[in-house]
């Protein structure tokens, strides 16, 4: 259940961002378009990679927390996102830092 395959090939209950695209995920699209709730956005930043979820409506992402009561969870649409001032994490093909849209081994069909 808690799960996941690393790049050695062997599972553990946690991966980075990373091992998570390459090892558990199958590449679907540049296109938002075409995703569904629960793809991953794959941005890498050359020595750091980050991720965000796909919920339909939003994107989901985790960034710094700004106050105690804060837990660093944000919600986007993605027109917001498409228009944000630093372009590395605008979710289109134009965009060397976007890898692409990931879907998790266990909900590919």
Do not use: K
Not at 21 to 48: I, K
Not at 75 to 80: D, K
Request: with cysteine; charged share 20%; net charge negative.
């Amino acid at each position: 259940r808690h799960s996941w395959r690393l790049a050695d090939g062997s599972h553990s209950a946690y991966v980075s961002a990373l091992e998570l695209v390459q090892e558990n995920t199958r590449f679907q699209t540049q296109d938002c378009n075409l995703a569904r709730p629960g793809d991953l956005l794959f941005f890498d930043q050359g020595d750091a990679q980050h991720l965000m979820v796909w919920m339909g409506n939003f994107i989901a992402y985790h960034t710094g927390t700004v106050t105690r009561n804060d837990n660093g969870l944000r919600a986007v649409a993605v027109s917001e996102l498409l228009h944000w001032r630093d372009t590395r994490w605008h979710p289109s093909a134009d965009n060397p830092n976007f890898a692409g849209i990931y879907r998790l081994n266990f909900l590919s069909a």
